[in-house]
């Protein structure tokens, strides 16, 4: 299998990314379900492959501890540079570690909710790196918390030609993307241009590695960890599929 080819730990890409997800229309979903998440099974809160904070940094502000693990030191800097913009109260609720995760050296165990919402779980490519993963969830969760796993099923067909993303936004970037399966993985590329100066072009990518539910669900059971329902009142996420884990008995 092709080694991962992402653009994380780019600095151009990590300033664009949020952007890239409020054009894609992503993230709207998952930012509400962790909101019902957090309020049902409380803090401390973990997000594994947190990026920019578009997640913990509105639950932070609510008032919940959190901490987030990227291993892109880009995606954190934008992180803390829009956490310097809260207040200090908020400031004090938010922990950044930079780190891997197949092996997340967080100094803290006892989580009441560990997320990987935005399919971040995807970008793992192997089995041995999918497992290692859910082991340290079970090491660092507490008894009474649960994990939280998204994972698009990339239902969506391949189209391997540009297509604008115009969002709501206007703003002076235009944003293109095609997504195409290549070896097994599901890639999507991304074109920025700027209106005022269409020389200046920036090329980033993403690449995901599709788990089928039932795989999925083995890696689960080998890791100790057991689904269990989603609350009736959790957002359906179309073409993804749900894991709400805990500690199996
Ligand atoms: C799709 S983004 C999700 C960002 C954020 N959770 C959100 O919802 O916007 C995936 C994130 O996972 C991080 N990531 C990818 N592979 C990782 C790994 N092996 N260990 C830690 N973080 C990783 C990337 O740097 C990126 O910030």
């Known amino acids: 299998m092709q080694k991962p080819r992402n653009s994380y730990k780019d600095s151009s890409f990590a300033d664009f990314y949020d952007l890239i997800i409020e054009r894609l229309g992503r993230g709207r979903w ?10 049902k099974f409380g803090d401390p809160i973990l997000e594994i492959g947190c990026g920019t ?10 008032g919940y501890i959190t901490v987030g693990l990227d291993n892109s030191s880009e995606m954190l800097r934008v992180f803390q540079e829009k956490l310097e913009t809260y207040d200090s109260r908020v400031k004090k609720r938010v922990c950044t570690i930079l780190g891997e995760m197949t092996n997340p050296l967080v100094n803290q165990k006892h989580f009441r909710l560990i997320i990987l919402p935005g399919s971040q779980f995807l970008h793992l490519c192997s089995s041995e790196e999918r497992l290692s993963c859910l082991q340290s969830i079970y090491q660092m969760l507490d008894d009474n918390g ?20 115009a969002g709501k936004a206007e703003g002076n970037w235009i944003l293109q ?19 005022i100066d269409t020389a200046i072009e920036y090329l980033f990518c993403w690449r995901l ?11 689960l059971d080998e ?10 009142d959790l957002p359906q996420r179309l073409n993804s599929n749900i894991y709400l884990c805990q500690k199996a008995t």
């Open 30 to 39: 998952d930012s509400e379900a962790v909101r019902l998440l957090a309020k």
């Open 53 to 62: 904070g578009l997640k913990l940094l509105p639950l932070a502000k609510t």
């Open 146 to 165: 649960v994990v939280y796993i998204a994972n698009s099923n990339l239902a969506e067909k391949p189209v391997y030609d540009w297509v604008d993303q």
């Open 177 to 195: 993307a095609r997504r195409a399966l290549n070896n097994g993985a599901y890639q999507e590329d991304f074109r920025i241009t700027s209106r």
């Open 209 to 219: 590695y599709p788990i089928e539910d039932i795989q999925m669900r083995s890696l």
């Open 223 to 232: 890791a100790n960890l057991q689904c269990i329902t989603t609350p009736s």
